[in-house]
C-alpha cells in the first residue's frame, strides 16, 4: 500500500538507498506540496517494484520516442489522475525523477519531463538534454528538461 508524501515534514522514506536522497526526498516533496496546491490532491507513492506496469509503461515511452534507457533502480512511482491527464512519476536511487504527462483526448498535451535533484550528475543517458535551473525551498536547485511524446501509448 502507498502513503501520501509529506510536504510539511519532508522524510527520505522510500528513498534511503539514494546517495542523495535527502534533496530527492525534497524533490518528491516540492512534487506532492504542487499537486496539493493546484489540485488539491495528495501525492501517493508506492514501491516501484508493486507497480511494474507502471515503470514498464515509461521506459517503453523513453526507449520509442528517445532510444533512452535508465540505469537507475527506480525506487518509487506515484500516479496521480487529473483533468483526463495521467500522470506517472518515477523516482530512482541515483536521484533522477521522471513524469510523464499524458493526456488521453489530446496528443498535443503528452511529454516527458526530467527532474535532476540537487547534487546529482546528469546521468549519461540523459547528456543530449539542456537543462534548467529552479529554486525549491524543499529540494535546492532542480534542474530539469523535457521532450514532447510524438507516438500513442
Known amino acids: ?20 536522497a535527502p534533496a530527492l526526498a525534497g524533490l518528491r516533496a516540492n512534487e506532492a506540496r504542487y499537486f496539493k496546491n493546484k489540485y488539491d490532491l495528495a501525492f501517493t507513492v508506492e514501491p516501484a517494484d508493486r507497480v511494474k506496469e507502471t515503470v514498464d509503461w515509461v521506459h517503453g515511452i523513453l526507449k520509442v520516442e528517445r532510444d533512452i534507457v535508465i540505469a ?61 535551473r529552479q529554486k525549491s525551498k524543499l529540494a535546492g536547485t532542480i534542474r530539469g528538461s523535457y521532450f514532447v511524446i510524438k507516438g500513442e501509448y
Open 1 to 20: 500500500m502507498g502513503y501520501a508524501v509529506d510536504f510539511v515534514n519532508v522524510s527520505t522514506t522510500g528513498l534511503e538507498s539514494s546517495p542523495v
Open 72 to 132: 537507475s533502480r527506480p525506487l518509487e512511482v506515484a500516479t496521480v489522475e487529473v483533468e483526463n491527464l495521467w500522470w506517472p512519476y518515477v523516482f530512482y536511487e541515483s536521484g533522477l525523477s521522471i513524469n510523464v504527462m499524458y493526456a488521453r483526448d489530446d496528443p498535443k498535451r503528452r511529454a516527458v519531463g526530467f527532474k535532476l535533484s540537487e547534487g546529482m550528475e546528469i546521468p549519461a543517458e540523459l547528456g543530449g538534454f539542456k537543462f534548467a
